[in-house]
Structures are given as structure tokens and as C-alpha cells.
């Protein structure tokens, strides 16, 4: 029998990169899977492999920094599907700033630039919880996992402060809310990738990457592979004693 089967996935961000291979790990072990993404069509296409391959799975849309949308969206998952028992706060962005593609430094950040991340990449994960808990708590059951990230724990030099803060603040969402829902017995974790190999690190200096590679003790990126299986573990039965954590997916990159 498949790890996820029988349970209802929702995953933002799930059109590309690492929220698509994670959602598409979510599907390949038996979970009844939404692909939620801003982009409409980019969630379409994912959902729709995902069938071709024998799974179920729909695809919605909604910006996640609007409450309405998010209600709406996993409104229209639950009737589909049925109760949302997982959920992956992957969605999230860090904007580059000027024409010549430099990321803008703290003090050169407009306050709409650093409005906009936060409310993506933070009150967005506000947003789904505050949508699928309920259901969650009727069926005293839950996982909920926030992709977080190293820069959220360190200096990063691909990223902005808006991109940084909001990861860390990421981490006292999830430790805070792992004390207040696990009576109901939902669990609740971050992840926290290091250097993947994604779009965002493909576009930055091949000697900042291969500099990170040299660092990480397993000598390599990242893929988002290895991150969505970290992700299914902490979705999974198996993980049922696992909660408030913070969990690297970095190749030993922080050693602590």
C-alpha cells in the first residue's frame, strides 16, 4: 500500500521546481493531490502529467497572500477530493530588483518591494493553515510542512533581507503553532534547502554555485528532489512523533 494513500495533499506553489516535485512525490505515493500555483496554467499542466500517470490530482489557483482566494481554493480541494489531512506551504518569491537584475540591498528596497515577499512567503502560509485547520482538527489529524530556508538561519547572498526574514520568521510560525495544534494531533515542521538546483541558483554567478558546492560536505547542489522527499517523510505516518523542527536539507552546508 502507497505511504499517502487515503490522504488529501495541498501544496502551494506547486506549477514548478521544487512545490511541482513535491507535490508530484505527494501523487506518486497515493495522496489525493491539489496542485495549487498563481500561475493557472502552469498548475494545470503539473496536475495534468500527474493523472496521466494514474494519479488524482486537480489543479487550482490563487495567490496566496489573499485570504479569500485561499479560502476559496481549498474550499474547492475539499469537495473534490475530500478533507485536507496534509499540507506543504511551499509558495513563495524573492523579486529581483533593477534593471540590471541585482538584488535591491536593505536600504535601497522600496516598501512595496518588501510588503509583497512577506506577504507571500509568510502570511501565505498563515493564510492555508488558517484554512485547512479546521477540517483538520475534526478529523484529529494533520501535517503541515513550511519550506523555510537557510537564509532564514544565516547570511545568503542570492537573496534579499525581505527573503530572509520572512524564512526566518517561518521558523517561529512553525515551532509556535507545533505546541498550539498538537492537541488535535497535527503536526507541524519547516525544511529549510540549502543551495538546490533550481531557476533562482541558475541564474546567480557559476563561481558563487560551484563555491557552494566546495562547501557543502556532500559536494554537490541540492535537487528539488531531495527536498520533496524530506517533505514526504514529515507528511507521512512515519513522522506521527515529529514536530516543531526545523529540518536541513542543505548537504551539511550548516553544521551546527
Not at 509583497?116 to 494533520?142: K, S, W
Not at 519550506?147 to 521558523?171: E, F, M, P, Q
Request: include cysteine; charged fraction near 20%.
Amino acid at each position: 500500500m502507497s505511504s499517502h494513500a487515503g490522504h488529501v495533499a495541498l501544496i502551494t506553489g506547486a506549477g514548478r521546481g521544487i512545490g511541482r516535485a513535491i507535490a508530484d512525490a505527494h501523487a506518486a505515493a497515493g495522496a489525493r493531490v491539489a496542485y495549487v500555483d498563481y500561475e493557472p496554467a502552469l498548475a494545470e499542466e503539473a496536475a495534468a502529467a500527474a493523472r496521466e500517470r494514474g494519479c488524482e490530482a486537480i489543479a487550482l489557483s490563487a495567490d496566496v497572500a489573499d485570504d479569500e482566494a485561499v479560502g476559496l481554493a481549498c474550499r474547492r480541494a475539499a469537495e473534490a477530493l475530500g478533507t485536507i489531512d496534509i499540507l506543504v506551504n511551499n509558495a513563495g518569491i524573492s523579486p529581483k530588483s533593477g534593471a540590471d537584475g541585482r538584488r535591491a540591498q536593505a536600504w535601497e528596497m522600496s516598501p512595496a518591494e518588501w510588503r509583497r515577499v512577506l506577504d507571500v512567503n509568510l502570511t501565505g502560509a498563515f493564510n492555508c493553515m488558517q484554512a485547512v485547520v479546521p477540517g483538520m482538527r475534526e478529523i484529529g489529524r494533520g501535517r503541515i510542512v513550511s519550506l523555510s530556508s537557510v537564509a532564514g538561519k544565516t547570511y545568503c547572498d542570492i537573496v534579499g533581507v525581505h527573503y530572509a526574514a520572512s524564512k526566518a520568521a517561518l521558523i517561529g510560525f512553525t515551532k509556535h503553532l507545533a505546541g498550539e495544534l498538537g492537541p488535535y494531533g497535527i503536526t507541524i515542521n519547516a525544511v529549510a534547502p540549502g543551495r538546490i538546483d533550481t531557476p533562482l541558483v541558475r541564474g546567480t554567478a557559476p563561481e558563487a554555485n560551484e563555491a557552494a558546492r566546495l562547501a557543502t560536505p556532500l559536494r554537490r547542489l541540492g535537487s528539488p528532489e531531495d527536498v520533496a522527499n524530506t517533505c514526504l517523510f514529515l507528511t507521512s505516518d512515519a513522522s506521527g512523533f515529529v514536530t516543531g523542527q526545523v529540518c536541513d536539507v542543505a548537504g551539511g552546508w550548516l553544521l551546527t
